[in-house]
C-alpha cells in the first residue's frame, strides 16, 4: 500500500527563519502531489500542487515545493516564514491509477514572533 | 456561501444511538468524499462518491453507511458506533477524481 512520510512532526521556528518540511512517498507509478495547510480552528486549504511539468511549484503566501522523482520526494519551502504561517501542514499523493489520495501525518508548525 | 459546507459541527452520541452527518459542496463537483481524522494519524478515507456511485469503500465497518442522492449533498449515517470511533468526520469534493479536494469544516464525533 502506498505511504506518505513527514518526517518533523512539530516545527517550531522564529519570524523571518526559512522552512523546509519534509515529503516522500513510497508509490512509484504516476502520482499527483498537493501540500494542505489547516490554521487553526479553520478547514483544510490547499496550499499548492503538482501534476506535471516544471517540478518547481509555487503556491499561496510565497510558498512553494519541489518534485524530486529520483528521490520520492515533495518537500515544502518557504524563504522567510511569518507568525501567521502557524498551521498544521499535510502533504497528500494521488496514486493516478487507483485514484486514491493519501495523507501524511501532518507537521505542525509554530512560528514564534 | 462557503464551498463545502457539514452540519453539524460538533455531534455527541451514546452507543446504540443512530445519527447522521450532512455534507454540502457548492462548487459544481462531481466527486465527494469522506475522511477520518483521529488525533496523531493521518487522515483516512472512508468513501469516495463519482457522480453519484462510490466507487471507493477502504475497509470500513459497516455501522458507517454513506448515501450520495445527488452530486451535491453527501451523508454519512452512524449506528452502534464504538467509543474508538471519535474523531473528525471531513467531507470533501472535486472536480474530478484526480484533481484537488475542497474540504468541509469537519464534524467532531464524540461517542460515549
Known amino acids: 500500500a502506498q505511504s506518505v512520510s513527514q518526517h518533523n512532526h512539530h516545527v517550531i521556528l522564529s519570524e523571518a527563519a526559512s522552512l523546509e518540511l519534509g515529503c516522500n512517498y513510497s508509490?512509484?507509478?504516476?502520482?499527483?502531489l498537493f501540500w494542505y495547510v489547516q490554521y487553526p480552528g479553520q478547514h483544510l486549504q490547499l496550499l499548492l500542487k503538482?501534476?506535471?511539468?516544471?517540478?518547481l511549484v509555487k503556491g499561496i503566501k510565497g510558498f512553494e515545493a519541489e518534485f524530486i522523482k529520483s528521490k520520492f520526494s515533495f518537500n515544502l519551502r518557504k524563504p522567510s516564514v511569518q507568525w501567521s504561517d502557524t498551521a498544521e501542514y499535510f502533504c497528500a499523493v494521488m496514486d493516478t491509477g487507483r485514484r486514491a489520495l493519501t495523507f501524511g501525518s501532518g507537521t505542525r508548525l509554530q512560528v514564534q514572533p | 456561501e462557503t464551498g463545502v459546507t457539514q452540519t453539524p459541527r460538533h455531534l455527541v452520541m451514546g452507543m446504540t444511538n443512530k445519527k447522521s452527518l450532512k455534507c454540502e459542496q457548492h462548487?459544481?463537483?462531481?466527486?465527494m468524499y469522506w475522511y477520518k481524522q483521529s488525533a496523531k494519524k493521518p487522515l483516512e478515507l472512508m468513501f469516495v462518491y463519482s457522480l453519484e456511485e462510490r466507487v471507493e469503500n477502504n475497509s470500513v465497518p459497516s455501522r458507517f453507511s454513506p448515501e450520495c442522492p445527488n452530486s451535491s449533498h453527501l451523508f454519512l449515517h452512524l449506528h452502534t458506533l464504538q467509543p474508538e470511533d471519535s474523531a473528525l468526520y471531513l467531507c470533501a469534493s472535486s472536480q474530478g477524481p484526480l484533481d484537488e479536494q475542497f474540504f468541509g469544516p469537519g464534524t467532531r464525533l464524540t461517542v460515549l
Open positions: 462548487l459544481g463537483h462531481n466527486a
Open positions: 503538482y501534476f506535471s511539468g516544471d517540478p
Open positions: 508509490y512509484g507509478g504516476t502520482v499527483n
